[in-house]
């Protein structure tokens, strides 16, 4: 784990959290607001928990360095990065939202948003970290 990894993962964790607030914080807002005291929690029982967000993003941010530097091909690095996103989506918003719909009561609409919106944040995060981690020649 080199210096560009620790730099990658921090840039990450910053991006995944204001990407993050971006779909949930404000696209999704008033969708989410409609829950309150049913299906979400309330603003200030959320922001009392707001530590674990950021160990959530610090996560994303980090494994998606660590994956994406395990496997750089020999691609385009634009081309590289979406697949890489698409791929992450696959493997963590598609299933994580699909099953929370089947264990809560999440209205089907909402749902739908954040499988496109948190899906197009994986894609716009996975073309981040491929212009961090550029594949080295020679």
Known sequence: MDKRFWISGVVMTIATALLGFVVHGLLLADDYNTLVGTVM?????????????????????????????????????????????????????????????VVTKMPAGIVHKQLVFDSLRMVVLGVLVAYLNPRRTG
Request: hydrophobic letters at 50%.
């Open 41 to 101: 929690r309330s603003p200030e029982e959320a922001n009392g928990m707001m530590h674990w967000m950021l160990l959530a993003d610090a996560c994303i941010g980090f494994a998606m360095t660590w994956i994406y530097r395990q496997g750089i091909g020999p691609s385009a690095t634009l081309g590289q990065g979406v697949r890489f996103g698409i791929a992450v989506a696959f493997l963590t918003v598609i299933p994580q939202f699909l099953i929370y719909w």
